[in-house]
Each structure stands twice: as structure tokens, then as C-alpha cells.
């Protein structure tokens, strides 16, 4: 049995050569159910989760998965299961949150253009808490919680101008970024909500970015909630929870994030030094969850060598991993199979008809068409991005559990992609 070192989890490795994810062979999956095909480690979701839950141990808390990170109902109802809540950020992710299982009081619903529709159909099914991110907003919150004679707990969430040092699309709590309410107007904000008649306070929000791999900038947006809250709670408003958000990064390229246990250790310390141990702690973390959980397996179509470059053109592309053309980001591809024979340079590359439809850059593979490779840390924004672009239907997706394999989404048909589709008569 060989174990090449890969990057993420332990629960996806070389076994005798072959790549499995827990006790199945990713090959015998492909075979199976065709590429491009999102392959999810179910113990690897539950490790992570284990990991905050021992940073929490004898702490008043709760964990909602932000779902955003991959929203297939299969992946939300492990998390139903092991107890964990949702963060939405839509209608649509509060419908599947319940779909999946979960309960509409373990719900917070995050998002800077919460419709009227949508608050109302959030009251109705009773969620647990807003995490408002305007003033507007809260005014339009409470004439829709009033109009329904209900009142509607929020939190308000602050944009503590602190950079995360990630990557500019995923940095969200600095003046610049469109999220939150500005550190300086939370107080006005609170004191506007405390008179709304359609609103009760609940506690406090941040997050303030994704992919984040220091512990410092958590430890500077901790310290900034905290003076939020003795300054709220002197002008007479207490704040039950913190909600502290996401963002905590993983491992795609050798990075090395703080593990969530030690994380909350720190921040934990920090919370009691301030006084404020009491409170219920929330946080809404996604990528950490799934990020390292799923791989995406890929046949490799055509080898293409050119001049300047060497292009391996596989079935999947940007519209089923689009994190590459997005944010430039870096995915480790792996041969499901291990061989020895000669490696060359290559650029990996999708079907898609656009020049940024690529997966990964100036890559050692050995591979040959009809051979099958696996991209790495694929579990987060990749799914729950996807696309029908070019007409391409989204991949199936399979849960492993041990060595039983299940589907969990089937692969899109050109027929389920036209649908809703009508000719003009
Ligand atoms: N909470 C909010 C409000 C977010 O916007 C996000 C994602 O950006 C998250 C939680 C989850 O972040 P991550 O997947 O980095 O943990």
C-alpha cells in the first residue's frame, strides 16, 4: 500500500496504487457513474466538524454551516443530522435547508438584498435569526415582521474594518467591501432597531472574509465586536449572542490555517479576558467543513502539445470548478491511477469555448486519454457555483460512507437544462 502525500484530508489516499476516498476506489466511481462526477468523503465532513466542536467543548454555542459553501442536499443533511444549523443567503438556500432536514429555528439568514419575499417567507417559517446588514434593511424588516404581526430577531452585522488578507473577491469586512454595517454607525443602528416595533435584538454579527489562513485578523475582529458590545450594552442593549462568522481556510497548496480547535482556543481566551465567556457563541463556517471533503474526477480527453505550452484537455471545466477562473485559484490535480511513466508540463483544461476556462497551470502528469484525474479540495464553491454554460449539464455527485457509495445527485440531461425553456410562438 503506497501513501503519496496529498493535499487536504486523510480520508482521500492512495491505496495500492489507487486513489480512494475512504474504502472506495474513486476509479471504480468513475466507471460507474461517468465524469465529470464530485466525490464527497462523508467522515472528512464530520472530522472538521469534531475539530470546532472540541474548540467549543463546555461553551454555550452553535455552529451553522454556511451553506453557500456547498449546498447539495445531500451535504446539508449530514450536517441536519450531526446538529448543526444553517447560515442562508436566499430563499432558495432556506428552501433546501428545510428540504434537507433542518429546522427553520437552528436558520440565520445572512445577505446584503434580502427581498420582501424572501423576509416574509423566513418569518413564516419561523427562522432563528437576520443577520442584518443595512439600516435600510432593518426599517423594511420591520414593516414586513409588523404587516405579519410578528417581530423578527436580528443581529446586526458589523463590518469591522479588518483585513483578512485573502483574496480581494473573498475579503468582506473591510470599508471598502459592500458588507455589513460601518463599525462607526453600529451603535445609531442598534438604537434605531431597539424603536422598531417588528424587531427584537438578538445579538451581534461579523465575517470578515474567506480563505483566511492567520489567526491575527480574527484575533483584531474579535477585539473590535467586543468593544461593540460594551458599547451597545452601556446604552442599555444586550446582546445574547456573537455571531463570529466563517472564513476559516484550508489546505489547497500546502497553506497552513490555524486548525478551528485551536482557532476558538485563542479567540475563546480572548472573549473571557473581556468579560463577555457568558455569551452563546455562533459561527457560520463553509469552506472549512466541505472545502477538503470532495474531490471532482475528471477524464483526461486529449494531450495537446504546442510550442509554448502543453495543454491536457479534460471533461470537466469552469462551469463545474470555477474557483481557477475566478480567483485565480490553485487546485492540486492527481492521477487516480499512480504510474511511472515520463511526466510532462502541462496546463489543464476544460471543453469550455473561453481562453479562462482553465483548471490548473504548468502541472507534472504522466496521464493518457482515458485516464482519470482527480481535483483536489473541490468540496467547497465549486458544486454550488457550477453552471449550465455552453449547455453543459452539472455533474452527478456521490457521498461516501466507509465503503458504501451513494448518489446523491444525479447528472444533469440536456432535457432537465431545457426544462423551463419555451419556443415563442
Ligand atoms: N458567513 C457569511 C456571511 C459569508 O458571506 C460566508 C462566505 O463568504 C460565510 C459565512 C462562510 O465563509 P467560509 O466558507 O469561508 O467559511
Redesign the pocket.
Given at each position: 500500500m503506497s501513501s503519496a502525500a496529498l493535499p487536504g484530508s486523510p480520508h482521500f489516499a492512495y491505496r495500492s496504487g489507487r486513489l480512494h476516498c475512504e474504502d472506495v476506489a474513486l476509479e471504480d466511481l468513475a466507471r460507474r457513474h461517468g465524469t465529470p462526477l464530485f466525490v464527497y468523503s462523508k467522515a472528512a465532513m464530520l472530522a472538521s466538524l469534531a475539530a470546532y466542536r472540541r474548540g467549543f467543548a463546555g461553551r454555550k454555542s452553535r455552529i451553522f454551516y454556511?451553506m453557500?459553501?456547498n449546498s447539495s442536499l445531500g451535504i446539508l443533511q449530514v450536517f441536519a443530522r450531526a446538529g448543526c444549523g444553517f447560515?442562508i443567503?436566499s430563499g432558495g438556500e432556506l428552501e433546501r435547508a428545510l428540504a434537507a432536514g433542518g429546522d427553520a429555528r437552528d436558520v440565520i439568514f445572512?445577505?446584503v438584498g434580502k427581498t420582501r419575499a424572501e423576509m416574509r417567507r423566513a418569518l413564516e417559517a419561523g427562522i432563528g435569526c437576520f443577520?442584518v446588514e443595512s439600516e435600510a434593511e432593518l426599517e423594511v424588516l420591520s414593516e414586513v415582521a409588523r404587516e405579519m404581526g410578528r417581530t423578527a430577531a436580528v443581529s446586526i452585522?458589523v463590518n469591522p474594518n479588518v483585513d483578512p488578507k485573502t483574496h480581494p473577491y473573498?475579503s468582506?469586512g473591510l470599508r471598502s467591501n459592500k458588507?455589513g454595517v460601518a463599525h462607526e454607525r453600529v451603535l445609531h443602528a442598534y438604537r434605531r432597531a431597539a424603536e422598531l416595533p417588528g424587531i427584537s435584538i438578538a445579538g451581534i454579527d461579523c465575517?470578515i472574509?474567506?480563505?483566511?489562513t492567520e489567526t491575527d485578523p480574527y484575533l483584531d475582529a474579535m477585539d473590535r465586536i467586543l468593544d461593540l458590545v460594551e458599547e451597545v450594552e452601556r446604552a442599555g442593549i444586550r446582546l445574547g449572542h456573537i455571531d463570529f462568522?466563517?472564513?476559516?481556510g484550508i489546505s489547497y497548496a500546502g497553506e497552513q490555517p490555524p486548525r478551528a480547535d485551536e482557532l476558538w482556543r485563542s479567540l475563546l481566551e480572548r472573549v473571557d479576558e473581556r468579560g463577555f465567556g457568558d455569551r452563546e457563541l455562533m459561527i457560520?463556517?463553509?469552506?472549512?467543513l466541505v472545502g477538503n471533503a470532495g474531490v471532482c474526477v475528471t477524464e483526461v480527453l486529449y494531450l495537446k502539445p504546442g510550442e509554448q505550452k502543453n495543454f491536457c484537455i479534460v471533461d470537466a471545466a469552469m462551469n463545474d470548478l470555477p474557483r481557477p477562473a475566478m480567483y485565480q485559484a490553485y487546485h492540486a490535480v492527481v492521477p487516480l491511477a499512480e504510474s511511472s511513466r515520463e511526466a510532462h508540463t502541462y496546463d489543464i483544461v476544460g471543453p469550455v469555448c473561453e481562453s479562462g476556462d482553465w483548471l490548473a497551470r504548468d502541472r507534472e502528469l504522466a496521464a493518457q486519454p482515458g485516464e482519470f484525474l482527480a481535483v483536489m479540495s473541490a468540496g467547497?464553491?465549486c458544486m454550488s457555483m457550477a453552471s449550465n454554460y455552453n449547455t453543459r449539464g452539472r455533474a452527478a455527485e456521490v457521498l461516501v460512507d466507509g465503503g458504501q457509495a451513494h448518489v446523491i445527485r444525479e447528472r444533469e440531461t440536456p432535457a432537465d437544462l431545457m426544462l423551463k425553456e419555451k419556443l415563442a410562438p
Amino acid at each position: 500500500m503506497s501513501s503519496a502525500a496529498l493535499p487536504g484530508s486523510p480520508h482521500f489516499a492512495y491505496r495500492s496504487g489507487r486513489l480512494h476516498c475512504e474504502d472506495v476506489a474513486l476509479e471504480d466511481l468513475a466507471r460507474r457513474h461517468g465524469t465529470p462526477l464530485f466525490v464527497y468523503s462523508k467522515a472528512a465532513m464530520l472530522a472538521s466538524l469534531a475539530a470546532y466542536r472540541r474548540g467549543f467543548a463546555g461553551r454555550k454555542s452553535r455552529i451553522f454551516y454556511a451553506m453557500k459553501a456547498n449546498s447539495s442536499l445531500g451535504i446539508l443533511q449530514v450536517f441536519a443530522r450531526a446538529g448543526c444549523g444553517f447560515d442562508i443567503v436566499s430563499g432558495g438556500e432556506l428552501e433546501r435547508a428545510l428540504a434537507a432536514g433542518g429546522d427553520a429555528r437552528d436558520v440565520i439568514f445572512s445577505g446584503v438584498g434580502k427581498t420582501r419575499a424572501e423576509m416574509r417567507r423566513a418569518l413564516e417559517a419561523g427562522i432563528g435569526c437576520f443577520n442584518v446588514e443595512s439600516e435600510a434593511e432593518l426599517e423594511v424588516l420591520s414593516e414586513v415582521a409588523r404587516e405579519m404581526g410578528r417581530t423578527a430577531a436580528v443581529s446586526i452585522r458589523v463590518n469591522p474594518n479588518v483585513d483578512p488578507k485573502t483574496h480581494p473577491y473573498i475579503s468582506t469586512g473591510l470599508r471598502s467591501n459592500k458588507f455589513g454595517v460601518a463599525h462607526e454607525r453600529v451603535l445609531h443602528a442598534y438604537r434605531r432597531a431597539a424603536e422598531l416595533p417588528g424587531i427584537s435584538i438578538a445579538g451581534i454579527d461579523c465575517h470578515i472574509g474567506s480563505q483566511i489562513t492567520e489567526t491575527d485578523p480574527y484575533l483584531d475582529a474579535m477585539d473590535r465586536i467586543l468593544d461593540l458590545v460594551e458599547e451597545v450594552e452601556r446604552a442599555g442593549i444586550r446582546l445574547g449572542h456573537i455571531d463570529f462568522g466563517g472564513g476559516l481556510g484550508i489546505s489547497y497548496a500546502g497553506e497552513q490555517p490555524p486548525r478551528a480547535d485551536e482557532l476558538w482556543r485563542s479567540l475563546l481566551e480572548r472573549v473571557d479576558e473581556r468579560g463577555f465567556g457568558d455569551r452563546e457563541l455562533m459561527i457560520e463556517p463553509g469552506r472549512s467543513l466541505v472545502g477538503n471533503a470532495g474531490v471532482c474526477v475528471t477524464e483526461v480527453l486529449y494531450l495537446k502539445p504546442g510550442e509554448q505550452k502543453n495543454f491536457c484537455i479534460v471533461d470537466a471545466a469552469m462551469n463545474d470548478l470555477p474557483r481557477p477562473a475566478m480567483y485565480q485559484a490553485y487546485h492540486a490535480v492527481v492521477p487516480l491511477a499512480e504510474s511511472s511513466r515520463e511526466a510532462h508540463t502541462y496546463d489543464i483544461v476544460g471543453p469550455v469555448c473561453e481562453s479562462g476556462d482553465w483548471l490548473a497551470r504548468d502541472r507534472e502528469l504522466a496521464a493518457q486519454p482515458g485516464e482519470f484525474l482527480a481535483v483536489m479540495s473541490a468540496g467547497a464553491y465549486c458544486m454550488s457555483m457550477a453552471s449550465n454554460y455552453n449547455t453543459r449539464g452539472r455533474a452527478a455527485e456521490v457521498l461516501v460512507d466507509g465503503g458504501q457509495a451513494h448518489v446523491i445527485r444525479e447528472r444533469e440531461t440536456p432535457a432537465d437544462l431545457m426544462l423551463k425553456e419555451k419556443l415563442a410562438p
